[in-house]
């Protein structure tokens, strides 16, 4: 009988170093295993019967705005190492693509999203589950840079958001959910001496596993 797959989750704020752990996670072990990153927003709800601009106003830092249902089914099925047609998101239309991703069954899934955490389904399928624990001005700094020079933002709109949805949606659910974490990692993927920690961890429950 194939053994399962190693799932491990990593959660945080907008623009803690999420995805930066992830991609430093992904180089470690992609030598030695069948290893992916999974993102959580691959899985906002499908809005294709709204108009474009009810689209525009989604609050996409509160937990509604995602498909957990189908997460949550397409991770069991990757825990069993099955195949699965991953959703796209399009972000240029707001919507769900037509199209999807084939992905065949990997030995470790690597998932990154605000909400792992907060999510009790999707919580109790990690075999270990991450907290990037980063300051707020420090995140906030992160994503006012990011989104002026990747996505066309402005100054005014991108504090806006902030203050209206990422903000409180972060209080409200992500910061409280750090007391599901296994391991708590402070300033995301600059901190080298916890992510080797994560790493010691990982190859312990692969071991155990017999991968």
């Known amino acids: 009988m194939t053994s ?16 930066s752990i992830a ?28 108009t474009l601009e009810e689209r525009v106003k989604t ?16 991770l069991t099925q990757l825990k069993q190492k099955q195949r699965i047609e991953k959703p796209i998101y399009d972000y240029t239309i707001h919507t769900r693509s037509q199209k999807v991703e084939i992905i065949e069954g990997r030995d470790i899934i690597i998932l990154e999203g605000i909400f792992v955490l907060a999510q009790k389904e999707v919580r109790e399928l990690c075999d270990i589950l991450v907290y990037v624990d980063t300051d707020s001005d420090i995140r906030f700094i992160r994503r006012l840079k990011r989104d ?12 806006s958001q902030y203050l209206d949805t990422v903000r409180p949606m972060h209080e409200q659910f992500i910061e409280p959910s750090k007391k599901y974490a296994h391991i708590i990692i402070p300033e995301g993927g600059s901190n080298k001496v916890a992510i080797d920690l994560l790493i010691t961890k ?10």
């Not at 991609?23 to 019967?49: A, P, T």
């Not at 498909?67 to 397409?74: G, I, M, S, T």
């Not at 002026?148 to 402005?154: F, P, Q």
């Not at 990982?202 to 991968?211: G, H, R, T, V």
């Open 59 to 74: 609050n996409y830092d509160h937990p509604f705005a995602f498909d957990n249902e189908l997460l949550v089914k397409q």
């Open 4 to 19: 399962q797959a190693v799932i491990i989750g990593i959660a945080g704020g907008s623009a803690s170093g999420k995805t």
């Open 148 to 159: 002026i020079s990747e996505r066309g933002r402005s100054l005014e709109s991108v504090c």
């Open 23 to 50: 991609q430093q996670l992904y180089e470690y072990f992609k030598g030695n295993h069948r290893v992916m990153i999974l993102k959580q927003d691959d899985y906002y709800k499908d809005q294709s019967h709204k």
């Open 202 to 211: 990982m190859k312990s429950i692969i071991d155990d596993i017999k991968l």
